[in-house]
T-cell receptor, first 112, second 119 residues
Framework: RKEVEQDPGPFNVPEGATVAFNCTYSNSASQSFFWYRQDCRKEPKLLMSVYSSGNEDGRFTAQLNRASQYISLLIRDSKLSDSATYLCVVRHGSGNTGKLIFGQGTTLQVKP | GAVVSQHPSWVICKSGTSVKIECRSL??????MFWYRQFPKQSLMLMAT?????????EQGVEKDKFLINHASLTLSTLTVTSAHPEDSSFYICSARERYGSSSYNEQFFGPGTRLTVL
């Protein structure tokens, strides 16, 4: 079983739609949580951190449920430029020993 | 934001040759650097973690004699794929983390990646 699981998609949605991605992680010792965005043949870029209380950044809302070990990302009013792969990422440990564990990613294709 | 560069951005080599990939933190000192590998349609897999001035820590299943990592300075880490074979063809990405105590310590900054093709 993968440590971070995501539905690979693809999710094909029209512009303006709202789309939600889910992610589960297996290691209860995970301490930090993130969503990264990766465009084709490029490096991943941090989209947002995910906090226990939930957090929002413009059209993007992230939620964390530690009890269920579940993370979500909601994108409202999708834009064509949102087309990318969204990676759910968790970090184990802290200090210099912390390392990021990546999910497979969920591919989003926003169509006109 | 902090910038991490990689060189080369892509490389094609013959089977059996060795390839060196450089990862540099351009405007900050990286006490810790990470090397990842990503196969098509798969997630980034951590290969090893290197701390400046010490030996790298390799993840399970990664051959340390095949993937040589050197982190000789606070701004440079190198990954050498020795005796490369077609199955080593992949996207190699480095990531750097600033020294403990800095304001961006908890963030990892990724390089643009190196696409290796072994013929």
């Amino acid at each position: 079983r993968k440590e971070v699981e995501q539905d690979p998609g693809p999710f094909n949605v029209p512009e303006g739609a709202t789309v939600a991605f889910n992610c589960t992680y297996s290691n209860s010792a995970s301490q930090s949580f993130f969503w990264y965005r990766q465009d084709c043949r490029k490096e991943p870029k941090l989209l947002m951190s995910v906090y226990s209380s939930g957090n929002e950044d413009g059209r993007f809302t992230a939620q964390l449920n530690r009890a269920s070990q579940y993370i979500s990302l909601l994108i409202r009013d999708s834009k064509l430029s949102d087309s990318a792969t969204y990676l759910c990422v968790v970090r184990h440990g802290s200090g210099n020993t912390g390392k990021l564990i990546f999910g497979q990613g969920t591919t989003l294709q926003v169509k006109p | 934001g902090a910038v991490v560069s990689q060189h080369p951005s892509w490389v094609i080599c013959k089977s059996g040759t060795s390839v060196k990939i450089e990862c540099r933190s351009l405007d900050f000192q990286a006490t810790t650097m990470f090397w990842y590998r990503q196969f098509p349609k798969q997630s980034l897999m951590l290969m090893a973690t290197s701390n400046e001035g010490s030996k790298a820590t390799y993840e399970q299943g990664v051959e340390k004699d095949k993937f040589l990592i050197n982190h000789a300075s606070l701004t440079l880490s190198t990954l050498t794929v020795t005796s490369a074979h077609p199955e080593d063809s992949s996207f190699y990405i480095c990531s750097a983390r600033e020294r403990y105590g800095s304001s961006s310590y908890n963030e990892q900054f990724f390089g643009p990646g190196t696409r290796l093709t072994v013929l």
